[in-house]
């Protein structure tokens, strides 16, 4: 089961914050939502790894997304 924090968590020794999504077997998965820790994660609600931040120049800081100047 897939489950979503909603405190911070330490699950296997690394620290896990708000937010955060991973896998657990069922029974963990309904303690820790028991507990008020997590909620089930929905499907929809999952991030897609494709969604990526404005790439930036590296020596201006400024974002190479941005719409350049015209002559």
């Known amino acids: 089961m897939q489950i979503e924090l909603l405190k911070p968590h330490t699950h296997a020794g690394k620290r896990l ?12 998965a ?4 028991a ?8 499907a929809s609600a999952t991030p ?10 590296a020596t201006s ?4 997304t941005a719409a350049t100047q015209g002559d």
């Open 17 to 28: 914050v708000v937010g955060d999504r991973f896998d657990l077997n069922d029974a963990s």
């Open 30 to 33: 309904r303690w820790l939502v």
């Open 35 to 42: 507990q008020g820790v997590a909620k089930t994660a929905t």
């Open 48 to 57: 897609t790894t494709d969604s990526k931040p404005a790439r930036r120049d």
């Open 61 to 64: 800081g400024v974002s190479t």
